[in-house]
């Protein structure tokens, strides 16, 4: 069982440019989230999916987009990269409604947006 | 509003004992994790607490008091692979989870 596996791991992307992150999880986990972790800051939420076919806005979706049109799947979309956006982005997934609802987490993708 | 605080780092000796404290104000409560984070790699589940208490797990403890809105996680027997960030989280509501920007914890023999 891989878990959660995300693609790709690292990337250096020109400004402007689109890029999709991709993220599967094997658990059959009906809850999935992107996050993004910079120095110095929490995890910030960009955006979840409650089940399959459902998405919402989390603290800081302002530039990306995200689809949930399966269970497993749940790729996050920059349509125009810009600086601001250089950091390590984390998916994770959660049995939601399962005891404590524990966040299980991808091994992340390191983006550098020049 | 929202607010998670956490020491930005601390420093303790192979063997001892160390507590990692966690302050929250939160529009609602319902649930706090712990996650152990090393340099690089991605954010792993070490504890979770909901009611009031301790919750004892091997070498680490995790306590919470929800009227005082802190937690506090307690690592014994320290050991150099215990070198990395523990992150405080809290779930407000049913889904989302609010972060503290977590704790560099640094083990020295």
């Known amino acids: 069982i891989a878990g959660i596996t995300q693609a790709p791991t690292s990337q250096i992307l020109a400004a402007g440019r689109r890029m999709t992150l991709r993220c599967t999880q094997d658990m059959r986990h009906n809850a999935m989230y992107w996050y993004r972790q910079d120095l110095g800051l929490g995890l910030r939420l960009i955006h979840y999916?409650?089940?399959?076919?459902?998405?919402g806005k989390g603290e800081v979706p302002d530039g990306y987009s995200v689809s949930r049109a399966n269970t497993d799947d749940f790729p996050l979309t920059l349509a125009s990269a810009v600086p601001s956006q250089t950091s390590v982005y984390f998916c994770?997934?959660?049995?939601?409604?399962?005891?404590?609802?524990?966040?299980?987490f991808g091994p992340g993708t390191r983006l550098t947006v020049l | 509003g929202q607010n998670i605080d956490q020491p930005t780092e601390m420093t303790a000796t192979e063997g001892a004992i160390v507590q990692i404290n966690c302050t929250y104000q939160t529009s609602g409560f319902n649930g706090l994790f712990w996650y152990q984070q090393h340099a690089g790699e991605a954010p792993t589940f070490l504890s979770y607490n909901v009611l009031d208490g301790l919750e004892e797990k091997g070498r680490f403890s995790s306590f919470l008091s929800r009227s005082k809105g802190y937690s506090y996680l307690l690592l014994k027997e320290l050991q150099m692979k215990d070198s990395a960030s523990y992150l405080c989280?809290?779930?407000?509501?049913?889904?989302?989870?609010?972060w503290g920007a977590g704790t560099k914890l640094i083990i020295k023999p």
């Open positions: 994770a997934s959660s049995d939601s409604g399962q005891g404590a609802d524990t966040q299980y």
């Open positions: 999916s409650n089940t399959a076919g459902t998405t």
């Open positions: 989280a809290v779930r407000e509501g049913h889904y989302q989870l609010i």
